[in-house]
């Protein structure tokens, strides 16, 4: 089992930057890829940034690529969400995945990912 708290939620205008966290306990993180996934009220929730085991391969939604950037320390067994130039459609609750296969973090469909956390408000205003 591993557990997932996501921090660093919050309140911003159109254009400020927020950082995402997402500490992993349970099992070691580096056993497991990662990933954000974000869910505004009223529509399906949807892949945002994942990332492989070690950190060396990146995944991003077009919406989100060259604004946004996924990191993870598996010595600190944490994830990290970088969001800058946020945008009033970037609000959402952003939630924490984690699964052994890379596949169900960047796949087709959030439903196959095994572990999530409870996710952190983020709210852009403009």
């Known amino acids: 089992q591993v557990q997932l708290l996501e921090s660093g939620g919050g309140s911003v205008q159109a254009g400020d930057s927020l950082r995402l966290s997402c500490v992993a306990s349970g099992r070691t993180a580096s056993g497991y890829a990662m990933g954000w996934f974000r869910q505004a009220p009223g529509k399906e929730r949807e892949f945002v940034a994942g990332i492989n085991l070690i950190g060396g391969t990146t995944y991003y939604a077009d919406s989100v690529k060259v604004r946004f950037t996924i990191s993870r320390d598996n010595a600190k067994n944490t994830m990290y969400l970088q969001m800058n130039s946020l945008q009033p459609e970037g609000t959402a609750v952003y939630y924490c995945?984690?699964?052994?296969?890379?596949?169900?973090?960047?796949?087709?469909?959030?439903?196959?990912?095994?572990?999530w956390g409870k996710g952190t408000k983020v709210t852009v205003y403009s």
């Open positions: 995945a984690a699964d052994k296969a890379l596949d169900a973090i960047v796949g087709l469909t959030y439903k196959r990912v095994d572990y």
